[in-house]
């Protein structure tokens, strides 16, 4: 939702958090490596670039455009022989190797990223068999082959799965599924911060509420990825049930949860070293994703409006990756984003790479729906009329226990 975020990055992000919680971004570009053609943001491409690539992808197919060649050929080129994809490889053009550790979270964005394209069915399956080879026995995934499942790798996994086309129902290792596997890490109603999801249980194996991982693992049980819309109203509107729960309960909690947090601040709070008191941008908007799938929309439009007022600056520090979340987050529950407290995510995440573009039927669609709420889209179809280039964080999918 999910998300929507290797371990090396988020250990840069958390040096970075502690010493300026407020604006945290992600890794510094380095002089040590050059960010190629094709890839969208100029930030350090080193941890995200596939993760933030494919977001952008992801967003661009949501707003009706078609990317540009150019950006669909940097992501596949990036593709490993066995089907996986590294959090970035510099040098695409040699074989992958023991130093490129493939990633399961990488490998699914790009899944879906790619399905969303359309043409690369070739990639995806590959991909797919890759994801299904590193299941683990107690059927969900961890981010790197070999450790233990969490939540968020199993999750956005799952939205790969449902991407390409697969009921993740049906992708079994001994026996069990990924919605198998999500119930294990959900936090009984009568405990502390019941109706939660942990990424994994800690070192004691006790269970901790983690809303990343709450919001990724709602996407999960409802079989969804980082594009979700408005669902149906949940079942129960607060943490209900004992014993093993079904996904559909999962679910249900996580959603009560997730609410009753948004409901009292708005927002997530960051739980990254040094970030007493911050809020967490990213993982809001992921939530309201989450909660909007759930059918929870006054809940995720609260959220929305919040970062519709706090999160510009953090946006632009942030590159692709944090627009596309914004994006996604306002196809959801139907908001524009081309009128974003005043700025244009649209144009804001197209200027940081090649331009996409957009037929004239889709575009002509796309401006009348959104000229009869915000009048943005007039100004957007214009511009594109007259032949002007408008230009469209890591996630933290793998988070650490606080």
Known sequence: MNVRRSAAALAAVGVLAAAAPATAAGPSPSPKVTVPSGLYGKGDPTYDAVWRQ????????????????????????????????????????????????????STAAAVQALAATGGHGGAVTKAVNWLKSVQNEDGGWSYYPGDPSDTNSTSVVIGALSAAGSDPADVRTSGKSPYDALPAWSIPCDQDGGGALAYQPDKKSELRANADATAAGLLGALGKGFVAEAGKAPAKDACAGAGHLTREQVADNAGAYLAAVVTKTGHLQSTLPGAKDQPDFGNTADA?????????????????????????????????AAYAQLILAAHAIGEQPGDFDGTSLVSSLNALGPAPHMDSGEHKAASEKEDSKT???????????????IGFLISGRKKRQP
């Open 375 to 389: 009048g943005v889209w007039w100004t957007v179809g214009v511009c594109l009329v007259a032949g002007i280039g």
């Open 54 to 105: 494919s977001l952008t992808l992801l967003a661009q197919r949501t707003l009706g455009y078609r990317p540009a060649t150019e950006a669909v050929d940097w992501l596949t080129g990036q593709q490993c022989a066995n089907g996986s994809f590294t959090a970035f490889r510099a040098a695409p053009a040699k074989p992958c190797d023991a130093k490129a550790k493939a990633d399961t979270n």
């Open 288 to 320: 309201v994703v989450a909660l909007a799938a759930d059918g929870r929309t006054e809940p995720a439009k609260k959220a929305y409006a919040w970062l519709e007022k706090n999160a510009g600056q953090w946006a632009t520090q942030s590159g692709p």
